[in-house]
C-alpha cells in the first residue's frame, strides 16, 4: 500500500480493536487505557475530516498549546495517541512531546497537609461515614495506589501484609498496627468475612469513581478544598511524611513502587515558600 493511502486512511473499529490489543499485550493498566482510550476519542474529534498523520497530531499539540492546557496534560495525551500510532504500525506518525524544564519547586496550592488530613477523618466520622474515613487512612498510612485498594482484604488483615502486583511488578507491604484494628472492627461490624474490606453493594471493590466521589464529598463536609482531597495526593502525603520522618529515600521508592528514584523525588519536591526560605537564608542582599 502508498504511503499516501496510509496517511488518509480514518479512524476504524478495526484500529481500535488493534490498540485495545497492543494495551492489553504491554499490560497497561485499567486506568491507563481507560485514560488512552478517552484521549483518542478527543483526538478522533479534532480529526473530523482530517487525515491519521503526522502532521495532524502536531496541529492537534499546537492547537492544545493555544488553547492554554499545561505542558505535562498535553504530553500525556500526545503519549496516548503516539501509542496508538505504534499500534497501527505508523511509528512515523509519532511527534515529540513537549520539552518541559524541571522546576526548582512545586506550586503547593493544591497540596493536602496533615492538618487538613485529619480534618478530613474527623469530618467524617463525625458524620457516619466509616468507610471514606478508612480509605483515606489506608491510602494515607500505607502510600498505596486508589487501583491497590482491592488488595486490603480480610485474609490480608490477618496476614498483617499484602503482596501487590502492579505494573510489572510484586511488592510487599505491611499494615500498620492501628490500621489493621480500624479495618478489622469495619469489617466485623459489616459482616465481612472474607475478600476486599472496601466494596460496592453488589460485593465487587470500590472502583476509582466511587473513592473520588466520596472524597469529594467529605472534603466538602470538612470545609477542605475538595481539589485538594484525592486519592493521589493522599498517598503523596504519605511519601512526604514518610521522607520528613526517616529520610531514606530508596525504601520510600520501594514502598511506593517507583522504578527509578527520580519519580519520588518528584513527590519530594520543596514548596515555593520553602523554596525563597532556603534563598533568603543564604542573605546575599545588603541591608539598607
Known amino acids: 500500500m502508498a504511503t499516501s493511502e496510509i496517511v488518509t486512511r480514518r479512524l476504524t473499529p478495526k484500529h481500535l480493536s488493534d490498540f485495545q490489543s497492543y494495551m492489553d499485550a504491554r499490560e497497561l493498566s485499567q486506568s491507563t487505557q481507560s485514560k488512552y482510550r478517552a484521549v483518542l476519542t478527543e483526538y478522533q474529534r479534532f480529526l473530523d475530516h482530517r487525515p491519521l498523520s503526522h502532521g495532524t497530531l502536531v496541529a492537534w499539540r499546537d ?3 493555544q488553547d492554554g492546557m499545561q505542558p505535562s496534560t498535553i504530553n500525556g495525551k500526545l503519549a496516548a495517541v503516539n501509542a496508538f500510532f505504534c499500534s497501527m504500525g505508523r511509528k512515523e506518525c509519532r511527534v515529540q512531546l513537549l520539552s518541559i524544564q524541571k522546576q526548582a519547586y512545586r506550586d503547593s496550592s ?4 496533615r492538618e487538613e488530613y485529619f480534618q478530613l477523618l474527623r469530618s467524617a466520622r463525625e458524620s457516619g461515614q466509616t468507610e471514606a474515613m ?13 487501583s491497590e485498594l482491592a488488595y486490603v482484604t480480610v485474609e490480608n488483615l490477618r496476614s498483617r501484609s499484602i503482596s501487590i502486583y502492579n505494573k510489572g511488578k510484586i511488592r510487599q507491604l505491611l499494615f500498620p498496627t492501628d490500621l489493621i484494628r480500624n479495618l478489622e472492627a469495619y469489617a466485623a461490624e459489616k459482616g465481612i468475612s472474607s475478600g476486599p474490606v472496601f466494596r460496592d453493594r453488589g460485593g465487587q471493590p470500590l472502583d476509582r469513581h466511587q473513592v473520588w466521589a466520596a472524597l469529594k464529598h467529605i472534603a466538602n463536609g470538612a470545609g477542605v478544598d475538595p481539589r485538594k482531597v484525592y486519592p493521589h495526593n493522599l498517598r ?3 511519601a512526604k511524611e514518610y521522607y520528613s520522618r526517616f529520610k531514606d529515600i530508596v525504601k520510600l521508592a520501594d514502598i511506593l513502587g517507583h522504578s527509578s528514584i527520580s519519580t519520588t523525588r518528584i513527590y519530594l519536591m520543596e514548596t515555593g515558600t520553602e523554596h525563597v526560605r532556603q534563598l533568603d537564608s543564604l542573605d546575599l542582599i545588603p541591608q539598607a
Open 110 to 113: 493544591r497540596d493536602l497537609n
Open 236 to 238: 503523596h502525603l504519605f
Open 134 to 146: 478508612l480509605v483515606c487512612e489506608a491510602i494515607c498510612s500505607m502510600g498505596i495506589r486508589v
Open 63 to 65: 492547537a492544545l498549546l
